[in-house]
């Protein structure tokens, strides 16, 4: 089971001397972290979450998939979308980056932003089922009355 810390800092196109600097740990460390030769403490592993937006337990690996849970979780997830794909097309644009990595890359944030949308679609049907059926267990203890 392997951590996801590098496959989410290629997602934000960061490199691992940004990241370690904005968490605030060695370039080092954070190299070993993501190959699994380390294991962070708890503490970094909170930082590094909240970093990318994601539970702990998705980070390490654990978890299959990231779930947003709250309009903000689903906020900052279209965020990172956005950001990426921005950020992969400055790339191209400076020439950092070649046209097929980049295509790959922006194929990468449309399946994510198509997860995101489907999962969001789902949950307001059902949201919207619920109500339903309140409603009408409603009328029926109305009427019974």
């Known amino acids: 089971m392997a951590n996801r810390i590098r496959e989410l800092r290629a997602e934000k196109n960061i490199s691992q001397a940004q990241l370690a600097h904005e968490i605030g740990m060695t370039e080092q460390a954070l190299s070993y972290y993501e190959r699994g030769k380390r294991e962070p403490k ?23 998939r990231f779930e947003p849970t709250s309009d903000l979780g689903y906020q900052k997830s279209h965020d990172a979308i956005w950001e990426g794909m921005a950020k ?35 949950e307001t049907q059902q949201r ?18």
């Open 88 to 122: 992969t097309l400055r790339a191209v644009s400076v020439g950092t980056t070649g046209w097929e990595e980049a295509y790959q890359d922006l194929k990468r944030y449309q399946r994510k932003s198509d997860e995101l949308r489907f999962e969001e679609k789902q």
């Open 128 to 145: 919207m089922f619920d109500l339903a059926l309140q409603t009408f267990k409603r009328r029926d203890r109305n009427e019974k009355e």
């Open 42 to 64: 708890l503490a970094t592993w909170v930082k590094l979450a909240n970093y990318f937006g994601v539970p702990v337990s998705y980070l390490q690996g654990i978890e299959e």
